[in-house]
Every structure is written in C-alpha cells, then in structure tokens.
Nanobody, 118 residues
C-alpha cells in the first residue's frame, strides 16, 4: 500500500514558478512509475509528466521545456518543477504511483491546487 501526499501548490502570477512535491509513505523505487496529472474545471484529468524508476521521463507537449519531473528514491519523493507558468496551467495537480508488475495497483494523492493568475 502506498499513500501519496502532495504539497507546493498555490497562487502564482503568469511567468512565475512553483515546485510541487509528492511524498510517498512506502517505497516508490521499483517497480513504480510516478506521474503528475492535472484536472481543470470541466475537463478530464490529463497526464502532465511521468518518470520511471530508471528516471526516464515523458511530458505532455504543452509543458515541454517548462516543467521538469524528478524523483528522490531514497526519500520516496517526486517533484514537479514548473516554470514559465501560464493561466492555462491552472488546475488541481495529482500525484500518481503506478505499479508496473502484478498486482498492478494505481495510487493517487488528494491533489493540490495551482492557480496562475495576475
């Protein structure tokens, strides 16, 4: 069982930066892929960025070059560094842990609000 707790959200002006953190209660080293998703009002939840246990990364096209995902396996923490934020980045951001071998469990955090507005 893995529990995820996000932090670091808030209100930021366009062009600003935020760093989100996701602290896991259990080991997330392997065999978990970690990801950040977001959900804006009236829209479906979408993948923003993901990272494997080997630190391979994948990003949604709209955040490439602005966001960076990283993981600290020793401290069971995943980060999302968000730079050059835009109003369209406004959403609730969720941390996800996806187990890649059976049992194929999927864990979610409670979410943290990010609002980009002047």
């Amino acid at each position: 069982q893995v529990q995820l707790v996000e932090s670091g959200g808030g209100l930021v002006q366009p062009g600003g930066s935020l760093r989100l953190s996701c602290a896991a209660s259990g080991s997330i080293f392997s065999p978990y892929a970690m990801g950040w998703y977001r959900q804006a009002p009236g829209k479906q939840r979408e993948l923003v960025a993901a990272i494997t246990s080997g630190s391979r990364t994948n990003y949604q096209d709209s955040v490439k070059g602005r966001f960076s995902i990283s993981r600290d396996n020793a401290n069971n923490t995943v980060y999302l560094q968000m730079n050059s934020l835009k109003p369209e980045d406004t959403a609730v951001y969720y941390c996800n842990a996806k187990r890649l071998v059976p049992p194929l469990n999927d864990y979610w955090g409670q979410g943290t609000q990010v609002t980009v507005s002047s």
